[in-house]
């Protein structure tokens, strides 16, 4: 049973709680928690934004969000009543230093409220932000701050950020989001490699030939195109979700579900990360963009045209790499990462494949004696997919066939699966860091991947089409097929 515990009376601050990420994600993900009783009485949610707005019309704002996104049966009258009598509106520029007055009196009506600053603005402004939140004298030693991604669109500019934001904050008070360490799949990965005995003698280069991590989109970047074409899928998938990921699976077990425990065990997993160089780039990196095609049996338009942009774009919308870890427990069991937009369908997983039996006593024409593969699938379908090699039933010789184990967790818990900013708000409002960045993992993450973006300028390394709707270019499938491997491409149930 889901048990919901009260967070202690905050004052939570949106800089941005006006835009796509407030109004799609955050309100929402608040809404869902008030109405499970979890915010105290007096707990105030504060918007902040530049533009003008009387307060009816920010509630208004807020009915109509909610009412896009939330299910009929989800939103009740009196959870409304009491979740609206919690919102204001500031407008102010976080880039000055003036005009925080308003703002300011209103949260030293309560100096007990835990105080929490949410940065849903550009990441450019987070320094400022940090810099006049101090100016005002709002900061505390109970204050928190919460950081979107990206931090950064390099190493350099990531540190910048840290530097000024940590400037006014101690690093403990900063929270650092990466929103797929909040999706319950992503949580789950740590109760099978650490709640199950089975797997972690396993879990190794002596029994796993290869890991594949997979992040399917089949949207296109639509009217994202122009944010698009300064990011690119390394940028924008791989620095954060895809090594959060690698990480989860690759570390060393941590004494603890402690935060610091667990960011010191993600940490020496990037520091293990091989550095791709201009000498390798091409052999373990492979940059695609879309073209028109076909995703689900409808055309739709490619990248450039989407983007309306005359002019070449070499931005790829498609990444796939080969990392490799150099530590005792992963040498020589590579991790093949693949992203992108316009694939078949919306999938993300983890491939454990593990290597083939070491002798064979079967009769040659005894089928299939295919290596076990154990299949974490984040979304859709959350759940876990083990093959097992079977006899098939019947007389005559020994016929061997691979069958799936299959644990669905929608199906073992038919509830409502909470979107990922639910319980990353609510860590952020507990005090609990341990599903949040620290900011060497951002910073070396950033490492990894300026070498890759470095590497491809070096060696003009370009973008290879590939239509829409297919699995990305024909290089990525030659990325494994010259390890003699291949991807498993997720299957639509
Ligand atoms: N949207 C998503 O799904 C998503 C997902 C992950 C991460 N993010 C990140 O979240 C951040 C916000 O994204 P978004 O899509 O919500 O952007 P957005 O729709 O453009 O919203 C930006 C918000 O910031 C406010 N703002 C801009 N400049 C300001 C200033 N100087 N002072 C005060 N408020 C200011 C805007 O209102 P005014 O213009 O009225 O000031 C608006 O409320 C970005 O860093 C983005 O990368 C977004």
């Not at 993900?29 to 920010?58: C, K, N, P, T, W």
Request: hydrophobic content about 40%; some cysteine.
């Amino acid at each position: 049973m889901a048990q919901f515990v009260p967070a202690d009376p905050f004052d939570l601050v949106i800089f941005g709680g006006t835009g796509d990420l407030s109004q799609r994600k955050l309100l929402p993900a608040l809404f869902h928690r008030d109405r499970d009783g979890q915010f105290s009485d007096g707990s105030r949610i504060f918007a902040v934004s530049r533009g003008g707005m009387a307060q009816e019309e920010f509630i208004g704002l807020v009915r109509q969000a909610l009412a896009r996104k939330l299910h009929a049966d989800e939103f009740d009258g009196a959870t409304w009543q009491r979740f609206s009598r919690r919102l204001f509106h500031y407008r102010l520029d976080v880039t000055t230093a003036d005009g925080w007055d308003g703002l300011g009196a209103a949260l030293k009506q309560e100096p007990d409220h835990i105080r929490v600053f949410y940065l849903a603005t550009l990441p450019s402004l987070y320094g400022a932000s940090a810099g006049n939140l101090a100016r005002a004298g709002l900061i505390d030693s109970r204050s928190r701050i919460v950081l979107e991604k990206p931090i950064g669109a390099d190493y350099a500019s990531a540190r910048a950020i840290n530097d000024d934001v940590c400037r006014v904050f101690h690093e403990s008070q900063v929270y650092r989001i990466d929103h797929y360490l909040g999706k319950e799949t992503v949580q789950n990965l740590a109760a099978l490699r650490f709640a199950n005995s089975l797997f972690e003698p396993l879990w190794r280069h002596a029994a796993v030939d290869h890991v594949q991590i997979t992040v399917a989109e089949d949207l296109g970047t639509g009217n994202r195109a122009g944010f698009y074409e300064r990011t690119g899928a390394l940028r924008d998938m791989v620095q954060n979700h895809m090594l959060q990921l690698l990480c989860l699976v690759a570390m060393e077990p941590p004494l603890s579900l402690d935060h610091e425990e667990l960011r010191n065990e993600k940490i020496k997993v990037l520091k293990a990360l091989r550095p791709i160089t201009p000498d390798t780039v091409k052999q373990v990196t492979v940059r695609g963009q879309y073209v028109a095609g076909a995703v689900g049996g409808e055309l739709v338009k490619g990248y450039r045209e989407e983007l309306e942009q005359d002019g070449p774009s070499d931005t790829e919308t498609f990444v796939a790499i080969k990392a490799e870890i150099d530590n005792w427990r992963w040498a020589d069991t590579p991790f093949y990462l693949r992203t992108g937009k316009r694939l078949p369908r919306k999938a993300s997983e983890i491939v454990l494949q593990f290597r083939p039996v070491a002798h064979s006593i079967f009769p040659e024409d005894s089928g299939d004696l295919v290596p076990n593969r154990l299949v974490i699938r984040l979304q859709p379908n959350e759940g876990v997919q083990l093959g097992i090699v079977t006899k098939e039933p019947g007389p005559g010789s020994f016929r061997l066939r691979s069958l799936p184990l299959n644990l669905s967790f929608t199906e073992t818990y038919p509830l409502r699966y909470p979107d990922a900013y639910e319980r990353l708000l609510m860590e952020v409002l507990r005090g609990n860091p341990a599903l949040f960045m620290h900011r060497e993992e951002v910073e070396r993450a950033w490492q990894w991947i300026d070498g890759i973006i470095e590497s491809w300028r070096d060696r003009r390394m370009k973008t290879q089409d590939y239509v829409a709707g297919t699995w990305g270019p024909t290089d990525s499938v030659r990325l494994l097929d010259r390890d003699g491997r291949e991807w498993r491409n997720p299957s639509e149930e």
